[in-house]
C-alpha cells in the first residue's frame, strides 16, 4: 500500500504534499477526502476536479468539524488521503435516509452490499444529524462477519448543527451513509480508540427516553436539569454541550459508561438529542476534561491500536468536535500525540465528527462513541 496527501484551497489547484513520481494519480484505488460543508458547497469544480485526477478511485468524503491531514488540521480548504492497494481492495455500500428511526435498517442493508469473503473492516461515512449512530451499528454488526472492525464517523457541521454532507464523488447529500468495505488478507486493520475525560456530579437515572432522545433524568425534564449544572453557559446550548458530555452507565456505575454528546435540543419539549441511545432505567453523569486529559486519551487510543510492532502504511484519524473545542489552540497537540506513537512519517487523514465508530483495542466490539480519539491503522503484506 502506498498513500499520498492532497491539499485544495480556494486560491490554487490540488496540490500534492509528497512526493509520488512512481505511484501517479491514475494508480489510485481509494481517495478520502474531508472539509467544512460551507467549503464543500463552494468548492463543487474542486472536487469534479479531484474525480478527474483520479479516474479509477472510489472516491468518499464528508462535511467536517475540522479536518486532519498529515500532523495538521484545518478550517478550510479540503483535505484527502489518495491510496494505491497492492493485492487488497474496496468496494462501495451506499443508502439514504429521511429520519433517525431507519438507522438499524439502513446499517443491515448497508452491510448485505458488502458480502463477500476477505472482507477485513468497514469504514462508515455517515450524515451527522439525522442518524442514530447506536442503531445504524448495531444495524451492522447484524449482518457483518463476526470480528469484523467498523471504523469511521458521523459527519460534522463545526459547532452549527444544521446540517452535514456525506459524499461520492463530487455529489454530496444530506441523510446519506456510506460504507467502505476492505478486502485480502494481505491486509491488516487494527483499531483504537479513547477519550480522557472524567465524570463529576451526583448520578442521575434516565427515567424516559425514546431512542438516542433524553426526556428524563430522575423524574424532571432532562434540559432543566442539565441547564442547572451550565449555570450561565446555558445561553451557549447546544455548542456549551460538546464540553460537558454525559457518561451514560448501560451496565452500572461499576463497569466503564459510554460517552455521549448533544446534538440538538427543543426548548418546548424540555428533551435533549444525542448522537446514540439513552437507554431507560441507565445512570448517567455529567463529564468534563482539560487539555491535559484528553492529549493524554489521544496517546492512549495509539497505543491500542499501534499494539503490534513495525511500520504503518496509513492511518485514519476520527475526534470529536467537543474535543476540538476544549484543546482550542492546542488541537494538533492530539494528532501530534498519536503520529509519535504510529510513526511520525505515517500518512495520516481525519476529521473531527458528531460520533466515532471503532472498537476501543483490536478484537473489540465495534461501537458508537463520543468526545473520543479513534485511531484505524492499516498495514498491507504480501499476498498469500
Avoid at 435533549?272 to 453523569?285: H, I, N, S
Avoid at 493524554?296 to 495509539?302: D, E, H, P, T, Y
Avoid at 492530539?334 to 471503532?358: C, D, K, M, N, W
Wanted: charged share 20%.
Amino acid at each position: 500500500m502506498r498513500c499520498w496527501l492532497q491539499r485544495w484551497s480556494s486560491d490554487a489547484d490540488w496540490t500534492t504534499l509528497d512526493s509520488v513520481a512512481d505511484f501517479p494519480p491514475e494508480k489510485s484505488d481509494l481517495v478520502l477526502y474531508f472539509a467544512d460543508r460551507e467549503e464543500l458547497l463552494r468548492a463543487g469544480d474542486a472536487l469534479k476536479r479531484l474525480v478527474e485526477q483520479h479516474p479509477d478511485a472510489l472516491i468518499v468524503g464528508c462535511s467536517a468539524a475540522g479536518e486532519i491531514l498529515g500532523g495538521s488540521v484545518h478550517s478550510n480548504g479540503i483535505s484527502a488521503m489518495c491510496f494505491s492497494l497492492e493485492s487488497s481492495s474496496v468496494r462501495l455500500s451506499s443508502i439514504g435516509i429521511d429520519a433517525n428511526s431507519e438507522s438499524l435498517q439502513a446499517g443491515e442493508v448497508l452491510a448485505a452490499g458488502l458480502a463477500g469473503p476477505d472482507l477485513q473492516g468497514v469504514m462508515i461515512l455517515s450524515d451527522g444529524t439525522m442518524v442514530n449512530g447506536t442503531e445504524l451499528v448495531e444495524g451492522l454488526l447484524n449482518k457483518l462477519p463476526d470480528g469484523v472492525p467498523l471504523f469511521g464517523g458521523l459527519a460534522g457541521d463545526g459547532d452549527r448543527f444544521a446540517s452535514t454532507l456525506v459524499g461520492i464523488g463530487a455529489d454530496l447529500q444530506a441523510g446519506r451513509i456510506v460504507a467502505v468495505g476492505f478486502y485480502g488478507a494481505s491486509l491488516e486493520i487494527s483499531c483504537g480508540s479513547a477519550g480522557g475525560w472524567e465524570s463529576f456530579g451526583p448520578l442521575r437515572r434516565i427515567t424516559s427516553a425514546r431512542n438516542n432522545v433524553l426526556v428524563e433524568l430522575d423524574g424532571e425534564p432532562a434540559l432543566a436539569v442539565y441547564k442547572r449544572y451550565l449555570g450561565e453557559r446555558a445561553s451557549e446550548l447546544p455548542s456549551a454541550a460538546l464540553r460537558f458530555p454525559l457518561e451514560v452507565y448501560v451496565h452500572g456505575p461499576d463497569r466503564e459508561g459510554v460517552v455521549r454528546t448533544i446534538l440538538t435540543i427543543d426548548e418546548k419539549t424540555q428533551t435533549m438529542t444525542f448522537a446514540g441511545d439513552m437507554p431507560e432505567g441507565a445512570l448517567a453523569r455529567l463529564m468534563t476534561a482539560g487539555p491535559d486529559r484528553l492529549i493524554q486519551g489521544a496517546c492512549l487510543a495509539a497505543e491500542r491500536a499501534h499494539a503490534a510492532p513495525g511500520p504503518v502504511d496509513a492511518a485514519i484519524l476520527v475526534s470529536c468536535v467537543g474535543r476540538r473545542l476544549v484543546l482550542r489552540q492546542r488541537v494538533e497537540d492530539e494528532v501530534e500525540e498519536v503520529l509519535s506513537v504510529v510513526g511520525a512519517g505515517t500518512p495520516a487523514i481525519g476529521f473531527y465528527s458528531y460520533g466515532e465508530l471503532s472498537p476501543s483495542n483490536p478484537g473489540a466490539r465495534s461501537g458508537l462513541h463520543n468526545q473520543t480519539m479513534t485511531l484505524t491503522l492499516f498495514r498491507e503484506g504480501a499476498e498469500g
